[in-house]
Every structure is written in C-alpha cells, then in structure tokens.
C-alpha cells in the first residue's frame, strides 16, 4: 500500500495496514452526496408504493363500470344474433 506513486498515507498497526484518518474524511460534496441518495431512495420508494395503490383501487373502482357495459354488449348481441337467426328462417322457408 506504500510507493512512490500512492496517495493514500497508512500507518501499520501491528501486521494491519490502515489507511490514516485524513484518507478516511470525506468531502463536504460526498457528504451531500450521501445525505441526498440516503434521503432521497425512501422518499422514491414510498412515493412508487402510493402510485401502485392508487393503480389498483382505480382498476377496482373502474372494474363495475366494465362489467356493465360487457353485460350490456352481450344482450345486444344475442338479441341481434336472434334477430338474425328468426330472419334467416324466414327467408329459407
């Protein structure tokens, strides 16, 4: 960990290289750094969590609606099939 070209200053303590505490202090920006993603990972995952739920009690909410209008469109196909069906009967004969 020693060299003409190494920045790092260590002091050996016993059979341990360890970098010296000046090489272990952080910056001021990587201390923002650190404050903002521990800060901000939360705050995007709770915020993803509520998107989520809000997704799901829509497509609960919508899902009535859907039924209806599928009931509806099935009526009406069968009364058109039947119509087409009492038709073609009395075209045939």
Do not use: Y
């Not at 010296?20 to 705050?43: C, N």
């Not at 099935?74 to 009967?89: D, K, L, P, T």
């Amino acid at each position: 960990m020693g060299g003409p070209q190494c920045s790092i200053v260590t002091v050996v303590v016993g059979s341990v290289a360890r970098p010296s505490p000046e090489a272990e202090a952080m910056s001021a920006g990587q201390v923002v750094l650190v404050v903002v993603f521990s800060t901000a990972m939360p705050v995007l995952v709770v915020e993803l969590v509520l998107v989520i739920v809000c997704i799901k009690r829509k497509r609960v909410r919508d899902c009535p609606c859907r039924d209806e209008e599928a009931r509806r469109q099935n009526e009406q196909n069968m009364v058109h099939n039947a119509v087409g069906a009492v038709n073609s009967v009395w075209t045939t004969t």
